[in-house]
């Protein structure tokens, strides 16, 4: 089989890919899995009922029901929702916007696949231009995504040691450099991996850095504010004219009607949907159909606040306290849980490679994800991109305490056998 560029790229070996073969196989094929890899969303009870009753409200109505199966929608995405979309935010945020400057997205993936691919690459000038990730590690799903090489930069973090062994990373903002070459910058926010909460300040801070190289800035908020608020931090959300917000209803509960939102000035709109047609024809109708209501009624704040933001702060708050229990005197940090759906662990001067930890505790039955993945657009001299895992504390918490104690049960033996 002779592949082109693209083919050979894109149908090899990537992070993402890994991450999505051990999800499929955990959470369809193999049950026996202990699965605290990929961003599969938790199950909260009382937001399953919710859709659930939406969901029969609209298949009881011809007309909806019809909406929902038996049309194409415009590439921008359903009008409705996106009029109660720029609606819910004006009025929760304070934005002036409107449905033209809100466009669905078959997932936040072929979101930035569009997006990135749109400001970054080989340029009609002949130019090359480059995506620049001003924290690093960032969202492993980024990295594969552009259609040219040396599509990524990133300045490497800052690392706060703090008190409990925990650390936190910060924006260098010292050694940040943009150059002519780079085309937009993007933070995710929550951090996917380390749930890191970059500060107001730091986003007043990038923000003014990117107005003042005229390029976006991109703010992935799969995890953060105003929805699905999986935030355990105070922040405030961001966005003004030169901002390109991405959100998700993936992380409500609902990963499987693939239902992002793009919230940007109406010439990105108007380009990113040109895109979006060529690539995906129209967008899936499932998502807004089911959350068009929760926007109306600005339900979807209660949703968050009481049922969504606390089932996960209870995770987190408990998965770190097995986790120091399990690990007793082990060199092992955890980045400060701040927001998102994971943990994420350092081991200083741990003996093998996270990959090789990954390898070692896939054959025990336990789904992490390596941290080397996660390190986009940086060399790799840096020891400590391959000290770092990613570990998910969503699925089941028996589960998820068994795993934890095979964790450290494996950090125990690498050390111990160096």
């Given at each position: 089989m002779k592949l082109s560029a693209f083919g050979e790229k894109f149908s090899g070996h990537s992070g993402i890919v890994e991450v999505m073969d051990d999800l499929g196989a955990a959470l369809s094929e193999n049950p026996e899995m202990i699965f605290m890899g990929g961003g599969n969303p938790g199950r909260v009870q009382h937001v399953e009922a919710i859709f659930q009753q939406r969901l029969e409200t609209v298949m009881n109505d011809p007309a909806q029901r019809h909406s929902l199966f038996g049309i194409y929608q415009a590439?921008?995405?359903?009008?409705?929702?996106?009029?109660?979309?720029?609606?819910?935010?004006?009025?929760?945020?304070?934005?002036?916007?409107?449905?033209?400057?809100?466009?669905?997205s078959n997932g936040s993936q072929p979101a930035f696949f569009a997006l990135y691919n749109m400001f970054a690459g080989n340029m009609s000038d002949g130019s090359h231009n480059s995506i620049h990730l001003p924290l690093a590690p960032e969202y492993l799903g980024y990295a594969d995504i552009g259609l040219s090489e040396d599509f990524f930069t990133a300045t490497r973090p800052t690392i706060d040691l703090l008190d409990d062994n925990l650390f936190k990373y910060r924006v260098d903002f010292s050694t940040l450099e943009l150059t002519p070459e780079?085309?937009?910058?993007?933070?995710?926010?929550?951090?996917?991996?380390?749930?890191?909460?970059?500060?107001?300040?730091?986003?007043?801070?990038?923000?003014?850095?990117?107005?003042?190289?005229?390029?976006?800035?991109?703010?992935?908020?799969?995890?953060?504010?105003?929805?699905?608020?999986?935030?355990?931090?105070?922040?405030?959300?961001?966005?003004?004219?030169?901002?390109?917000?991405?959100?998700?209803?993936?992380?409500?509960?609902?990963?499987?009607?693939?239902?992002?939102?793009?919230?940007?000035?109406?010439?990105?709109?108007?380009?990113?949907?040109?895109?979006?047609?060529?690539?995906?024809?129209?967008c899936s109708t499932l998502g807004p159909a089911l959350a068009k209501e929760l926007f109306k009624t600005g339900e979807i704040v209660s949703l968050t606040r009481d049922h969504v933001t606390p089932f996960y702060q209870q995770r987190s708050t408990q998965t770190v306290q097995w986790f120091r229990e399990a690990m007793g005197d082990l060199p092992y940090r955890i980045h400060k849980p701040e927001g998102a759906i994971f943990l994420w662990l350092w081991f200083e001067d741990l003996p093998i490679s996270s990959q090789q930890l990954y390898q070692n505790l896939k054959a025990r039955g336990v789904l992490v994800v390596a941290g080397q993945n996660f390190f986009i657009g940086m060399d790799d001299s840096w020891r400590h991109k391959h000290e770092c895992i990613r570990v998910s504390y969503a699925q089941d918490a028996d589960m998820v305490k068994k795993g934890v104690d095979i964790i450290a049960e494996e950090v125990r033996r690498a050390y111990a056998n160096a």
């Open positions: 590439p921008q995405g359903d009008l409705d929702f996106r009029k109660q979309v720029a609606g819910f935010l004006s009025k929760e945020c304070g934005w002036k916007l409107t449905a033209n400057n809100i466009a669905v780079t085309g937009a910058m993007c933070v995710s926010r929550p951090t996917n991996p380390t749930g890191n909460i970059l500060t107001d300040d730091e986003i007043a801070h990038l923000d003014d850095i990117a107005k003042r190289h005229d390029i976006p800035f991109i703010i992935d908020g799969a995890y953060g504010a105003p929805f699905p608020n999986i935030m355990f931090t105070k922040a405030t959300p961001h966005w003004n004219e030169n901002t390109i917000l991405t959100l998700s209803l993936s992380k409500l509960g609902l990963p499987g009607v693939r239902t992002g939102i793009i919230v940007a000035r109406e010439e990105i709109i108007e380009a990113y949907c040109n895109v979006n047609a060529i690539i995906s024809l129209a």
